[in-house]
């Protein structure tokens, strides 16, 4: 939902700065100043296309860098971690293999599908994959 709502704010931004350079090649072409003095150019403390390219720059950037982030998460969710469920009564511990995105805070999905739920009077250990 973030990313889509950092693409609608992007394309609104975009889609604006279009319409305002739009409005202004109309309004100059109307007043018969089309073929103006180049004198003037030097006077715009940024040229258009600078910024443009600047823009286009950045969106590539961001989009980039959303892109390794969600790949990153997709990585990470995907690793295999041991989990151990200690009963802290008996100081039972049962071991289980599961994936990291698989982990919910009572229960998870072992790597061979079955859903374990563990009571509370139970503990979750993650163990961190040895690297």
């Given amino acids: 939902m973030k990313i889509l709502l950092t693409a609608a704010v992007i394309l609104a931004g975009w889609l604006a700065v ?25 006077n715009v403390l940024v040229p258009r296309g600078a910024v443009r390219l ?18 990153q998460g997709w990585q990470r969710d995907r690793e295999t971690v041991e989990v151990q469920v200690v009963n802290t009564y008996t100081g039972k511990i049962e ?27 139970e503990r979750l250990i993650l163990l961190e994959p040895e690297r």
């Avoid at 350079?21 to 150019?41: I, K, M, V």
């Avoid at 600047?54 to 790949?71: E, N, P, R, S």
């Fill in 18 to 42: 279009r319409e305002r350079w739009r409005a202004e090649d109309d309004a100059e072409r109307l007043a018969g100043q089309a073929g103006r003095d180049r004198a003037q150019d030097r």
């Fill in 95 to 121: 071991r289980h293999e599961a994936r990291r995105g698989e982990v919910d805070r009572r229960s998870f999905v072992t790597l061979d599908g079955r859903r374990v739920r563990i009571a509370e009077m």
């Fill in 54 to 71: 600047a823009a286009y720059g950045l969106v590539v950037i961001m989009l980039a860098g959303t892109g390794v982030y969600l790949f």
